[in-house]
Nanobody, 128 residues
Framework: QVQLVESGGGLVQAGGSLRLSCAASGRTFSSHAMGWFRQGPGKERECVAAISWSGGSTYYADSVKGRFTISRDNAKNTVYLQMNSLKPEDTAVYYC?????????????????????WGQGTQVTVSL
């Protein structure tokens, strides 16, 4: 079992920045590929960023490319999502997710059903 706890959400004006953190406990964090998803009002949950277990491969949705950065610190069992130049359309509940890879492969994962463990979510609201 892996427990994930997100933090860092809040209310920010358009153009501002936030850094989300996802702290993991339980099984070996470093072997897990990680993802950040978001779900806006009336929308499907979508992957906005993902990172391989090693950190060597990353993915960004087109809507956030150039503005968001995913990173991980395996020594701290934490994955981050730095969000800059925030827009009102970034308003959503943000979730982190984990999938154990057993240290095999170098890929990231972008589909909901590819992840086993989920956090409870943190609200991000971007005002005009």
């Amino acid at each position: 079992q892996v427990q994930l706890v997100e933090s860092g959400g809040g209310l920010v004006q358009a153009g501002g920045s936030l850094r989300l953190s996802c702290a993991a406990s339980g099984r070996t964090f470093s072997s897990h590929a990680m993802g950040w998803f978001r779900q806006g009002p009336g929308k499907e949950r979508e992957c906005v960023a993902a990172i391989s277990w090693s950190g060597g491969s990353t993915y960004y949705a087109d809507s956030v490319k150039g503005r968001f950065t995913i990173s991980r610190d395996n020594a701290k069992n934490t994955v981050y999502l730095q969000m800059n130049s925030l827009k009102p359309e970034d308003t959503a509940v943000y979730y982190c997710a984990a999938r154990d890879t057993g240290y095999s492969g170098t890929r990231y994962y972008t589909r909901r059903n590819e992840y086993i463990y989920w956090g409870q979510g943190t609200q991000v609201t971007v005002s005009l």
